[in-house]
């Protein structure tokens, strides 16, 4: 399917922000929404608004062990919201290691540990969509996004 997808990694504090091409070749980081009830809402609203995403990709935490705790119930009722007030179609993704794979690019990219700090959410959320994309190609093979 063609179309823009977008990808959040949910925390306490900050949402991670990623947005792909319209052929879901590219993922590019995003700045990170805040997680503050009023601003949160009009942040979303605006970034829906203005990616118009065919669905979106959310970090789904899930321990080691495959279990799952307080954390990923956060992000399926941050997920909820979006399908409930959007009609967005939400898709999880197993993020287990996407802060590790982000703060391993940003290493590789010669980013210092202190600089990183203020991008680790928007490559995280990178990573998410990464992951997206890869798992809607297997689904889809025979899928160009076309």
Avoid: W
Avoid at 53 to 68: D, R
Avoid at 100 to 121: F, M, N, W
């Amino acid at each position: 399917m063609r179309g823009r997808r977008l990808a959040f990694d949910y925390g306490d504090s900050r949402i991670g922000v990623a947005v792909c091409d319209a052929d879901g070749i590219l993922a590019t980081p995003l700045p990170v929404l805040e997680n503050r009830e009023q601003s949160l809402s009009t942040s979303l609203k605006q970034l829906l608004s203005e990616y118009e995403p065919v669905h979106v990709f959310i970090g789904l935490p899930i321990n080691m062990s495959g279990t799952s705790g307080q954390a990923a119930e956060k992000v399926e009722k941050f997920a909820e919201k979006i399908r409930e007030q959007y009609a967005i179609p939400v898709i999880y993704v197993d993020e287990r290691l996407s802060t590790v794979s982000a703060q391993r690019k940003l290493k590789e990219a010669g980013v210092s540990s202190k600089d990183s700090k203020s991008l680790i959410d928007s490559m995280a959320a990178v990573a998410i969509l990464e992951q997206g994309l890869l798992q809607e190609t297997a689904k889809n093979p025979d899928n160009d996004r076309n």
